[in-house]
């Protein structure tokens, strides 16, 4: 486990790296990266939007272009107050602070759920994609953006040390584990990275 997956840990990072969160965002997720995975979705006019670590509320500008009805959850009370700034407190977002782990949300409660740049820091993002799970209706969306696993051995073992990167098959498989299905994963990034991230879309399964 990576020193970032504590929570205590990466709340510390998050209230340092929300001074300049949006100024270095950018070089890694960037708003062509941010519609390449909006395009993945199928998003209604007026469907109701959970995005699970929502940070300084920067895919949350994407989720408004398509639905108003966005709800964002974040563990950092630092971050929140970026995303405060750039969209207030609680109109046109409902803005909650929570775990990923632990969802304060009933079920069944959303039609899409979000979460970019979030799953790296969970201890266990099985049980966070589970709940997230549990809160999107049956045949629902869950779509997830997480930091592709590097090639080279020796920016595997750097990256295992920090925090969690996985590729296609390790996404497939907390996925599964999580009880979803129709599960698809896709490589996207930067020019100079193009599969630094790992984008997975999955459906909860319909009631039978």
Sequence with gaps: MGILEDKSRARLFYKYLSKV???VNPFIWNEEMRDEALAMLDISEGDRVLDVGCG???????????????????????????????????DP??????????????DDSFDVVWSSGSIEYWPNPVVALR????????????????????KSSVMQKVADAIMLFYDREEADRMFREAGYTDVRHREMGPSYDPDIAITTVAR???DE
């Design 93 to 106: 977002v409902s803005f909650y602070r929570g775990d990923a782990e632990r969802l304060p949300f009933q």
């Design 204 to 206: 909860d399964p319909e």
């Design 131 to 150: 709940d997230m799970r549990r809160v999107v209706k049956p045949g629902g969306q869950v779509l997830v953006v997480g930091p592709n696993y590097p």
């Design 56 to 90: 300084t509320g920067f895919a949350t500008e994407g989720l408004l272009e398509h639905t108003q009805n966005v709800h964002g959850l974040d563990q950092s009370a630092h971050q929140m107050e970026k995303a405060w700034q750039k969209l207030g407190k609680r």
């Design 21 to 23: 969160y949006d100024t």
